[in-house]
């Protein structure tokens, strides 16, 4: 095979890995959290509206980065995600709040149940052995 197919392969399964990284996985997430608020939206939708979200909030947060708002970006820069998360789902604010805070919640809680399925196993393993008296 040509070495052009063999970059078109990678190429096509780096991009593969950012759409399922970048908007199937925290759209899945931000539908969690709107199936518990009520409200009904696809999941790539959900993926998509985030996604364009955490553009323009980046976007934005790098122009207000050359102004006196510095000190203030990380609560403006959440208000404009909440913002463009609710024009794009068509939900209210207080909506978009709760769906955001749900889903870090949801995150937290998969991590730590990943966490006690794969970490508590070291907690009962036996330490390894001290090397104090050993001469080499």
Known sequence: MPPFFDFLMS???AFFVFII???????????IGLKVVG?????LRCGMA??????????????????????LLPLLAFLIYLYVLKT???VGFI???AA????GVVIFLLAVILLLIFGVWL??????????????
Do not use: C, Y
């Open 88 to 90: 794009l789902l068509d």
């Open 123 to 136: 907690l009962f393993t036996p330490p390894p052995a001290q090397m104090m008296h050993v001469k080499f």
């Open 39 to 43: 409200k009904e939206r696809d999941v």
């Open 11 to 13: 190429a096509g399964i």
């Open 95 to 97: 909506e978009a709040f």
């Open 21 to 31: 990284s970048a908007i199937i996985l925290p759209g899945f997430f931000i539908w």
């Open 50 to 71: 985030n996604f364009a979200a955490v553009v323009i909030t980046a976007v934005v947060a790098f122009i207000l980065h050359f102004t006196p708002l510095v000190l």
């Open 100 to 103: 955001t805070i749900i889903a």
